[in-house]
């Protein structure tokens, strides 16, 4: 800390009344020992950094803090004015202000020692030496901790182990997270854990700053009473902490009233409240200790899936519409830039099909970018977007964007493990690391691998328009099962993706292809919504409930809709579910029925080719779905059953039929 702080960096009389002219002053002391290259680019930084949250805390604390390319090192600068600034804090102006600088690609070791910093923030011993200090040197040591204040903080007198919690003491873990990583992350952790001592109250913290952050063991979790999530960012692995009270807040929250925090999840416990198990992004649950490859590999891919689906969506549907107003010449259309008529269709359609044809473009690289960002996280959507770029120039297509992401991936990984020296640590991630994966990137792309991959996807577009008679059908049988199997889950997104892919160049067997894909996926909804109808009894109260929502999410193509039949009873709803997608994928190969849009349900029948035949195939695999799902619950019983609450008639006046109990 003490190369972070010296006595230049120490404004005992900061001469400013906003918070805007205290971070220019503190600002530019740090130029003026090279420790900032740019003023007004550091000051931008500092103040996107202030527009996300302000970072004024209880206390007459101020903290503004950013990570920047153009800081050179790690620096803290402190600063006190005659009068208050306003930095936001609930309790009014602070009087001591904090501007911490750190690079873009500050090393874990800094980190740590600014969190610490952020951590003694919470001692009012350590705050009341800073307002009586009156020398920048013996200020700057009493920051850095070379000294210390005349009354030792609480946690640096406890010398004697602390006793054993009672058996039946609360026990509470916490994540805290903040958009920077350096300052609130720490201070809420503090703050937690010291008000869990006061209540007596076990509390364990996970702080998920830029510093990385350590697990709580899994044990600590399984044992913990209740939750509490003090963030402005996603809560990495979430999932670990479901099932359990949860109270779930802002940092800021867990800085200023965290006794009231640790009481509300008190309150939620006695009152027996849970959560529902929790998933995050796929960058955010990747590469989990103990993962083998393939699952790895799985969430890498998804993480990709997931993020190209809103481009699909938005492009295609724009395309779709294009085409549905200005016919199937509208691709031959002029650019809409040099030619638009306000008063003709024609020209409304020709815009919607362009800006829908640019929204698709980026279909590849961003398939790319995210695969890459799943795996190495932001250093690796640089060379991912390179990558899928490159796939789209020399005609490699979907399968290229897969290739290029995992190269992109996977060249960032292979960097990141080398050790630099610290002078290059700061440029790492703004300069070296996308010069060099992407650089590796392109040389793979373009020489090695993407010619290969082109001709393979030549090959499958081919083989695609090719498609008739037997093999159509047996290829909308394998993707009605892929569709149906998990209800949205990673076979369901391969075989959308199969099908979108092929959109990006799209022939005859491309649209059959997507036409049987969105057929088969909104069979599973409409069979489970229309089996409550037929024979509600073999349905719980909740289930028909949602069934009425079934229809609804069917109807728009949303597979997930049969998601809560199929995790009440999976070994009857998946197979039927499965049959009725099959069956429906085969006939609508069978009826040559084509889609040239990649989402919308029934809301695109208009874009359908063979539109009757289309909604013929629909109807049958729903009546198979729905027959076997009747017929298997009716063989097994529906153990559990109660009359009144599932709201059988006469059940309350004891004239309801008796409903059998079964295991």
């Not at 202030?50 to 209880?58: F, I, R």
């Not at 359990?244 to 925090?261: F, H, M, Q, S």
């Not at 698709?360 to 690796?380: E, H, N």
């Not at 049987?516 to 409930?545: C, I, K």
């Amino acid at each position: 800390m003490s190369d972070m702080i010296t006595a230049d960096l120490v404004d005992l009389d900061l001469a400013a009344e906003t918070k805007e002219a205290a971070a220019r002053s503190l600002a530019e002391r740090m130029v003026a020992l090279g420790r900032v290259t740019d003023l007004e680019g550091f000051l931008a930084d500092v103040a996107a950094r202030e527009a996300q949250m302000p970072t004024g805390l209880d206390g007459g604390i101020g903290i503004p803090h950013c990570r920047s390319e153009h800081v050179t090192e790690p620096t803290l600068a402190f600063g006190r004015p005659a009068g208050g600034i306003d930095f936001g804090a609930p309790d009014g102006p602070a009087d001591l202000i904090f501007l911490i600088a750190a690079p873009a690609g500050a090393d874990d070791a800094h980190l740590t020692i600014l969190s610490a910093l952020a951590r003694r923030l919470m001692d009012p011993d350590f705050t009341a030496a800073l307002r009586a200090a009156t020398d920048p040197a013996a200020t700057a040591s009493l920051i850095s901790g070379d000294t210390t204040p005349g009354t030792p903080a609480p946690a640096e007198t406890a010398t004697e182990p602390e006793p054993a919690p009672a058996p039946d003491v609360f026990r509470v873990v916490a994540v805290t997270s903040c958009p920077t990583g350096i300052a609130h992350t720490y201070m809420a952790a503090e703050a937690l854990e010291q008000a869990g001592q006061g209540e007596g109250v076990e509390v364990v913290v996970e702080p998920q700053g830029s510093a990385g952050f350590t697990r709580i063991d899994p044990a600590i979790i399984a044992a913990a009473d209740g939750v509490i999530f003090a963030h402005d960012v996603p809560v990495r692995e979430k999932e670990r902490f479901a099932g359990k009270p949860t109270v779930d807040v802002g940092v800021k929250a867990g800085i200023n009233r965290p006794a009231e925090l640790i009481a509300e999840v008190r309150d939620k416990a006695a009152r027996g409240e849970t959560t529902a198990p929790a998933t995050g992004s796929p960058v955010d649950e990747a590469g989990a200790p103990g993962e083998g490859y393939g699952t790895k590999l799985r969430k890498w891919l998804m993480s990709g899936v997931s993020y190209m689906v809103p481009f699909v969506a938005a492009g295609g549907l724009l395309i779709a519409l294009g085409f549905a107003i200005g016919g199937y010449t509208i691709d031959k259309a002029p650019s809409v830039a040099e030619h638009f008529v306000w008063t003709d269709s024609t020209s409304w359609a020709a815009l919607l099909f362009q800006v829908g044809g640019l929204a698709f473009s980026f279909l590849v690289p961003v398939l790319a970018g995210y695969i890459a960002y799943g795996m190495a996280d932001r250093p690796g959507l640089v060379p991912g977007f390179v990558g899928g770029s490159i796939a789209l120039t020399i005609n490699a297509g979907f399968l290229g964007g897969l290739a290029a992401g995992l190269i992109a991936g996977g060249t960032v990984m292979a960097i990141q493990r080398i050790r630099v020296p610290a002078a290059l640590r700061g440029i790492m991630p703004v300069v070296v690391i996308p010069l060099i994966s992407s650089a590796v990137v392109g040389f793979l792309m373009f020489l090695v691998v993407g010619k290969p991959i082109a001709e393979l996807q030549k090959a499958l577009t081919d083989w695609l328009s090719g498609l008739s008679g037997t093999n159509a059908i047996i290829l909308g049988v394998v993707l009605g099962l892929m569709m149906c199997f998990d209800l949205g889950g990673p076979l369901n997104k391969v075989a959308y993706a199969f099908a979108v892919g092929g959109l990006a160049n799209p022939n005859e067997g491309s649209l059959k292809v997507m036409a049987a894909v969105m057929a088969a996926g909104m069979v599973p909804p409409l069979a489970m919504a229309l089996a409550t109808v037929v024979r509600g009894a073999l349905f719980t109260r909740t289930e028909r409930e949602n069934g009425k929502a079934a229809w609804v999410l069917g109807g728009s193509f949303i597979t997930e809709g049969a998601i809560p039949f199929a995790a009440a009873d999976p070994l009857r709803v998946i197979p039927s579910a499965m049959a009725g997608g099959a069956v429906t994928g085969a006939l609508s190969m069978l009826f040559e029925c084509t889609l040239r849009a990649p989402h919308g349900g029934i809301f695109v029948l208009p874009l359908i080719g063979n539109p009757v035949l289309y909604l013929i195939a629909i109807l049958a695999g729903t009546a198979v779905s729905t027959a076997l799902v009747v017929l298997l619950k009716g063989m097994g019983g529906r153990g559990g059953k109660d009359p009144v609450r599932d709201g059988v008639p006469g059940a309350e006046s004891g004239t309801a039929p008796k409903v059998p109990v079964s295991a």
